[in-house]
C-alpha cells in the first residue's frame, strides 16, 4: 500500500506562486509514474501534471502548461508541482496521485490513477 500525503496549499493572490508537496510512505513510489489532479467545486477532477518514472518525461493540461512544474525526488520519496503565475481558475483542491503500474506510459486518466491523497487546497484570490 502506498500513502500519499499532500502539503503547500493555501490561499495565495492572483500572479503568484506555491509549491505543493506530496510525501509518499508506506512504499516507495520510486516505480510509479506520479501524477497531480485537480478538482474545483461542482467539477470533475481534471488532470493537472504527470512525471515518469525516472522524471525524464512530463506532461501537462494545456490550462496549466509554462506556469506549472512537476518534478520528484525518488530519494525522498516525494512529488513536487511547483505553480506559478497563479489564476482564480486554478482554485481547487488538488490531489497527487501514483498510476497503476500494469500500465506503461503515462496515462491521464484518473481511473489509471489508484493511490490518492486526501488533497491540499490551492485558493487564488483575484
Known amino acids: 500500500q502506498v500513502q500519499l500525503v499532500e502539503s503547500g496549499g493555501g490561499l495565495v493572490q492572483s500572479g503568484g506562486s506555491l509549491r505543493l508537496s506530496c510525501a509518499a510512505s508506506?512504499?516507495?513510489?520510486?516505480?510509479?509514474?506520479m501524477g497531480w489532479f485537480r478538482q474545483a467545486p461542482g467539477k470533475e477532477r481534471e488532470f493537472v501534471a504527470a512525471?515518469?518514472?525516472?522524471?525524464?518525461?512530463?506532461y501537462y493540461a494545456d490550462a496549466v502548461k509554462g506556469r506549472f512544474a512537476i518534478s520528484r525526488d525518488n530519494a525522498k520519496n516525494t512529488v513536487y508541482l511547483q505553480m506559478n503565475s497563479l489564476k482564480p481558475e486554478d482554485t481547487a483542491a488538488y490531489y497527487c496521485?501514483?498510476?497503476?503500474?500494469?500500465?506503461?506510459?503515462?496515462?491521464?486518466?484518473?481511473?489509471?490513477?489508484?493511490?490518492w491523497g486526501q488533497g491540499t487546497q490551492v485558493t487564488v484570490s483575484s
Open positions: 508506506g512504499r516507495t513510489v520510486s516505480g510509479y509514474v
Open positions: 512525471i515518469s518514472v525516472s522524471g525524464g518525461s512530463t
Open positions: 496521485a501514483a498510476q497503476r503500474t500494469y500500465y506503461s506510459g503515462i496515462r491521464f486518466s484518473r481511473d489509471a490513477y489508484n493511490y
